[in-house]
């Protein structure tokens, strides 16, 4: 209760944040931009309809939740409200957990505005509505979690500017783990192997949230390949919390 | 049981690029009795904020054990029976004030059903019913005092912390809010409050703490601490020069014929009333000084 309580509140402050809007504005402006990108192009134009639409919803969800992520933890111990919350009876996870959740409400608005722009314009294409599509998305969300939980971790310790520097090279780093079998095949010193396979597996694997090219290109999706996703995405995110709420339980408010 | 109870309190802080250690805290310790308005006096700096928030569990200390009727400090049924005004309060600005209230009502576990009712009271209580759908970040400094008190007050709270509660007010707010203050004491309420400000403290207390420099100087019931004892009298006359006044006291100022003195040995000043009557002169006033709170603090700041 008093999470979800904390949680609106996160919500109501997030989205009183105009950066947050020009994101979505930005985002907005790619996604029907494809449209005139797909006139432009020989080939199928729906296509690059939603080439462009899925991969905008992803980049630009990624930068909202870095910007809300890395700001409303800090803003909370830097405007000390935190003093008056935490003298409240709650506990501080309490207070972590609900901030992650503010912040994923807010995600999902925005993902769903997103979408709804998405969709229209391949509505709009003669096109009918595909479910994967959906799928797609709700993977995209689940990454936007694992982010924000990132963000989240390093705003418990460090400032935003960091905290965004920090989380936008895993970000990166993470849709790129998967070279990381090739690294550890290269690797000849043992030790370096192993170093190499314990990032492997500390690091977060994002390209299992990446189905952009099945969904596009009519691929098959394997049903027990997006579970797996989803599973590796909730634990992996609670991982994070748990290790934020750690550092959290311990720090001085000063 | 008191109400707080602070046993032998240490913390310090590491500070600088190559950190170093430096003692805020040398050990506190401390006891409020139930019932009772609890005055924690210090210069700037001396450490009170640094107490409150360790017994708020808003930072660990180094050593030492706070107890709240009994419990524990950091368990959350202990929590439960506080409410706290944190010293120049931030707060959620893009709330109204009644919405600020509600969050915090909600996170205090209080029975939704009578929070509007609460709110209300508290609003009125401080003196902000006019102002209950406005927005924090359009009150004054003042304002947003009196809604940190209401906040603090918010679960019903049996032991109330308050850093600074007087401080941004004007005149009329500081006599408001020692009256909620006194009134939250009639409710059989504890209340722990920091300043340093003295006529604040000698005004309303049951007890003062009066901690420098990080260590509690002394501490006890204000009648114990302050006797009535007269320290010496100031006299003002006029009338009379100034040198044939040497064998009462000392002056301190003489100007527009107006001479004040201060006079110690209380046989005398009998005799300087005589005597300016003798001369025809005139006595303006004549006030004896006891001990106060203030010369413990000055007395205490100086020796430091
Ligand atoms: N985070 C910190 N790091 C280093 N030193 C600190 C920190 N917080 C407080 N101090 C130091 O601890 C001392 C006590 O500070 P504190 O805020 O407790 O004083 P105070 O009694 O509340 O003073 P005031 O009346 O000005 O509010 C000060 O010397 C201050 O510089
Ligand atoms: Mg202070």
């Given amino acids: 209760m008093k999470v979800l309580t904390i949680a609106l509140n996160t919500f109501k402050e997030a989205i009183r944040d105009r950066i947050l809007y020009l994101i979505l504005f930005i985002s907005i402006f790619f996604i029907v931009f494809s449209k005139v990108l797909s006139m432009m192009t020989v080939g199928d134009e729906l296509k690059v309809i939603k080439d462009v639409g899925l991969a905008s919803i992803s980049l630009f969800g990624v930068f909202m939740a870095i910007l809300i992520g890395t700001n409303l933890v800090y803003k909370e111990i830097d405007k000390r409200t935190i003093y008056t919350l935490l003298s409240k009876p709650i506990h501080r996870y309490e207070f972590l957990l609900g901030k992650f959740l503010g912040l994923n409400i807010t995600l999902l608005v925005m993902i769903i505005i997103m979408s709804i722009v998405f969709f229209g314009l391949i509505l709009l294409h003669n096109s009918k509505f595909e479910a994967k599509f959906l799928i797609a998305i709700l993977l995209i969300y689940i990454e936007l979690a694992i982010i924000t939980a990132i963000s989240i971790l390093f705003s418990s310790f460090t400032t935003p500017i960091l905290s965004s520097v920090f989380t936008f090279s895993l970000f990166l780093i993470g849709h790129f783990s998967k070279n990381f079998k090739f690294f550890i095949m290269k690797t000849k010193a043992p030790i370096g192997k192993l170093l190499i396979k314990i990032l492997y597996y500390i690091l977060p694997n994002l390209e299992k949230f990446n189905i952009k090219t099945e969904v596009v290109h009519n691929l098959p999706i394997k049903s027990d390949f997006v579970i797996y996703s989803l599973v590796y995405g909730i634990f992996y995110a609670l991982a994070i919390l748990f290790l934020s709420a750690l550092i959290f339980h311990k720090r001085d408010f000063i | 049981m008191n109400a707080l109870e602070i046993r032998e309190l240490y913390k310090s802080f590491k500070t600088g690029f190559i950190p170093r250690k430096k003692e805020i805290l040398k050990g506190i310790s401390l006891s409020v009795k139930k019932g009772n308005i609890y005055g924690y006096l210090g210069p700037n700096g001396a450490g009170k904020t640094t107490t409150i928030k360790t017994i708020l569990g808003l930072i660990f200390p ?56 609460k709110i209300n009271d508290l609003l009125n209580l401080v003196g902000l019913s006019a102002h209950s759908n406005l927005q924090l970040r359009k009150f004054s400094r003042g304002m947003l005092q009196r809604i940190g008190i209401a906040q603090a007050l918010i679960s019903d709270p049996e032991l109330v912390i308050l850093d600074e509660p007087l401080s941004g007010l004007d005149p009329i707010g500081r006599k408001e809010i020692r009256d909620v203050i006194l009134r939250l004491r009639n409710e059989g309420k504890t209340i722990f409050f920091s300043s340093h400000i003295l006529q604040d403290i000698e005004m309303i207390c049951d007890q003062v703490g009066i901690i420098i420099n990080g260590k509690i100087i002394s501490e006890g019931r204000l009648e114990d601490l302050i006797s009535e004892e007269i320290l010496y009298t100031e006299v003002t006359v006029s009338g009379v020069a100034e040198k044939e006044l040497r064998n009462f006291g000392e002056t301190v100022i003489s100007k527009g014929g107006k001479i004040l003195l201060k006079i110690y040995k209380q046989e005398k000043i009998d005799d300087i009333i005589a005597f300016i009557v003798s001369k025809k002169g005139k006595i303006h006033s004549l006030i004896p000084r006891t001990y106060t709170l203030e010369d413990i603090f000055l007395g205490a700041v100086k020796r430091k």
């Fill in chain 2, 62 to 117: 180094d050593k030492g054990e706070i107890k709240i009727f009994g419990k524990n400090h950091l368990d959350i049924k202990a929590k439960q029976k506080i409410g706290f005004l944190p010293e120049n309060p931030y707060f959620y600005d893009y709330l109204t004030a009644y919405e600020f209230l509600n969050f915090y009502a909600r996170l205090s576990n209080s029975n939704r059903k009578d929070n509007s009712k």
